[in-house]
T-cell receptor, first 112, second 114 residues
Framework: DAKTTQPPSMDCAEGRAANLPCNHSTISGNEYVYWYRQIHSQGPQYIIHGLKNNETNEMASLIITEDRKSSTLILPHATLRDTAVYYCIVRLSLNRDDKIIFGKGTRLHILP | DGGITQSPKYLFRKEGQNVTLSCEQNLNHDAMYWYRQDPGQGLRLIYYSQIVNDFQKGDIAEGYSVSREKKESFPLTVTSAQKNPTAFYLC?????????????FGQGTRLTVV
């Protein structure tokens, strides 16, 4: 079973920031939080990941709460091309049984 | 360019036939994964392999088989025992043993069984 919980869908106006929440209350100390997105009929694309600190790259920002039980992916200026399903995953790649389990994700609709 | 390649993109087979989906990567990744995706659903793990000549069942392995004879290749066979094989199949690879590393995905194979 996936170790994360996400809302099934969200809307965001084009040009505004899209904030996608994820709960991972059972995350263990060494597990990282990863975000991927999947545009229709394509393979998932890596966005960002983090352990404890907030992270930012050219695509997005990741805010992880201090207790690490939840996180938020922020797309600062959403465009129509950001319409996709966004998956939040927790994973420890050092684990010999590293399975990368996906949940159902959040379907993000960017509204013109 | 380095990457992960799935072929073919679309595949049609008659019911009762086995079919093998190809997945090749030139990223020198140790770990490889196969997922199945049904319309409007998330990805479900079929099989995964952390090293050559070793693989483990995922959550929905029944009716599927894999091999990992080479590091760069992880073919998936959909057997006639799979009751509902029509789906979108995705392959992924990842570095194994690192503290943090993303998985790279192929563009998928859409299998239709008629």
């Amino acid at each position: 079973d996936a170790k994360t919980t996400q809302p099934p869908s969200m809307d965001c106006a084009e040009g505004r920031a899209a904030n996608l929440p994820c709960n991972h209350s059972t995350i263990s100390g060494n597990e990282y939080v990863y975000w991927y997105r999947q545009i229709h009929s394509q393979g998932p694309q890596y966005i960002i990941h983090g352990l404890k600190n907030n992270e930012t790259n050219e695509m997005a920002s990741l805010i992880i709460t201090e207790d690490r039980k939840s996180s938020t992916l922020i797309l600062p200026h959403a465009t129509l091309r950001d319409t996709a399903v966004y998956y939040c995953i927790v994973r420890l790649s050092l684990n010999r049984d590293d399975k990368i389990i996906f949940g159902k994700g959040t379907r993000l609709h960017i509204l013109p | 360019d380095g990457g992960i390649t799935q072929s073919p993109k679309y595949l049609f087979r008659k019911e009762g036939q086995n079919v093998t989906l190809s997945c090749e990567q030139n990223l020198n990744h140790d770990a490889m994964y196969w997922y199945r995706q049904d319309p409007g659903q998330g990805l479900r793990l079929i099989y995964y392999s952390q090293i050559v000549n070793d693989f483990q069942k995922g959550d929905i392995a029944e009716g599927y088989s894999v091999s990992r004879e080479k590091k760069e290749s992880f073919p998936l066979t959909v057997t006639s025992a799979q009751k509902n094989p029509t789906a979108f199949y995705l392959c992924a690879s990842s570095i194994r043993g690192g503290l943090d590393t993303e998985a790279f995905f192929g563009q998928g194979t859409r299998l239709t069984v008629v």
